[in-house]
């Protein structure tokens, strides 16, 4: 029986131990505010990353509305840049709608993440642990013990909870859709240039029409005719790889700010309730 009792002391005692150099170390974290300016850091980049791919979006939304109305030769055809571009203009509209949702959820992030560091954060963390410890090694007060754990457990949340999520989120985006991204924007960007290229190619040639008389059209008009198929091709394929890469970007981006951070949210209060409670 002594024995036994011996070692519970002793297991009690080295959880004890265990609970006050843990919460020790959250307050230090806490107030050396180290991860949190790495955090910030790689919300910048992802808002940096964010904006480029809208601007390229809004871009290419000018070109199409520019081009509305051009025909561009295809041979003894043409092709109505307007009318193959319009499924593309509706969808950079949805596209311009999500990452309107998504930059301002990266900002959302940024604003907890200052709150979350802020001085009275990190003093009330500083309360909680101070008082959780005396209550742990207080006999006096151990009827207190539920309380203070209560308490230290939702000091610790609001404190670690918004960088925890940013930094998990961040990791996840820059280890599996960073690449994603960057691909699906390429496919974007190659369209956009296609289309302003044709579109400045035809205008040009309008004008050495214009400027060159009845010769130069006919010289055009031949010069069309080499390869009136691939250039057909070349716009379709540009659109329809746009419209995928769109598409892509607009689950990747909802993936890696809302549906991310919100998953990585709840794992972590999850993960500090039961190390709380284990405690």
Do not use: Y
């Not at 009330?124 to 754990?149: D, H, M, P």
């Amino acid at each position: 029986m002594n024995n036994t009792g011996e070692k519970s002391d002793s297991a009690s005692c080295k959880t004890k131990v265990a609970l006050t150099l843990l919460i020790l170390l959250g307050v230090f974290t806490g107030f050396l505010k180290l991860p949190d300016d790495q955090a910030h850091d790689m919300l910048n980049d992802s808002m940096v990353a964010a904006g480029a791919s809208f601007a390229v979006a809004r871009s290419l939304d000018a070109t199409i509305s520019v081009a509305q109305s051009t025909g561009v030769s295809v041979g003894i055809a043409s092709i109505d840049l307007g009318q193959v571009l319009n499924p593309l203009s509706d969808l950079i509209d949805k596209f311009s709608w999500v990452m309107t949702v998504a930059v301002g959820s990266l900002t959302l992030q940024k604003i907890l993440l200052v709150i979350s560091s802020s001085k009275p954060v990190n003093i009330l963390l500083a309360i909680a642990g101070v008082l959780f410890l005396a209550v742990l090694w207080t006999e006096k007060f151990r009827s207190l013990q539920s309380v203070a754990a209560n308490a230290v457990k939702a000091a610790f949340l609001l404190r670690f909870a918004v960088v925890v999520t940013v930094g998990l989120s961040l990791g996840a985006d820059h280890f599996f859709l960073d690449e994603q991204i960057k691909e699906s924007s390429s496919q974007v960007e190659t369209v956009s240039q296609v289309v302003t290229g044709l579109s400045e190619s035809n205008a040009k040639g309008e004008q050495e029409a214009v400027d060159g008389g009845f010769l130069s059209t006919l010289k055009n008009k031949f010069d069309n005719l080499s390869s009136p198929s691939e250039k057909a091709t070349q716009i379709k394929e540009s659109v329809e790889d746009s419209i995928l890469g769109f598409m892509n970007l607009i689950a990747l981006f909802l993936l890696k700010t809302i549906l991310l951070p919100l998953g990585f949210l709840l794992f972590t209060k999850r993960l500090l309730m039961k190390v709380g409670s284990a405690g």
